[in-house]
């Protein structure tokens, strides 16, 4: 095969070859990586608009941006902001990360509790009230916030209060 390239002075992308010819991936996944990596940092543009100016349908391209995903080229990142909105970053790379920067995995083996005892419901004992609850100055029997049992020992699926 001969190949014929142009000198290039403006608008072209350098892209490394692994990334090219990675069969991990579709054509699919690979073209839309080389487009996403054409593209100037802060460009801003989501998978529905992708898949609707492009001759692939959605599912193509949900399919090709899990490719990239899954391989490392691609991720999204969602961060809660101080206000408590939510923004979406989305990171392209043109060799594949392993993890995100700067995550941590979990050891494999027990979760660390950093000395905090776990609690461990009791299904057979009755549900208690928060102090000053709606029946804190009556006996717990009298609470019109218990359940009545059809058995002793047994909850009914109708309950009082």
């Known amino acids: 095969m001969r190949v014929h390239r142009s000198a290039h002075v403006r608008n072209f992308t350098v892209l490394p070859n692994g990334m090219l010819q990675c069969r991990r991936l579709s054509y699919t996944a690979r073209g839309l990586l080389a487009d996403l990596l054409s593209r100037p940092d802060g460009w801003r543009e989501d998978g529905r608009h992708m898949a609707d100016t492009s001759p692939q349908g959605r599912g193509a ?35 594949p990360q392993l993890s995100p920067p700067g995550a941590t995995r979990p050891a494999p083996g027990e979760a660390a509790t950093d000395g905090a005892v776990a609690l461990v419901k009791d299904r057979r004992k009755e549900p208690s009230l928060p102090p000053g609850g709606p029946g804190s100055r009556s006996p717990p029997t009298s609470s019109p916030w218990r359940c009545r049992t059809s058995r002793p020992g047994r909850r009914s699926p109708h309950c009082s209060g």
Do not use: N, Q
Request: no cysteine; hydrophobic share 35%; proline share 3%.
């Open 61 to 95: 391209i949900r399919k090709a941006l899990k490719e990239l995903a899954d391989a490392g080229f691609y991720r999204v990142e969602k961060i809660r902001m101080p206000d408590g909105t939510i923004i979406t970053e989305t990171h392209v790379y043109d060799t």
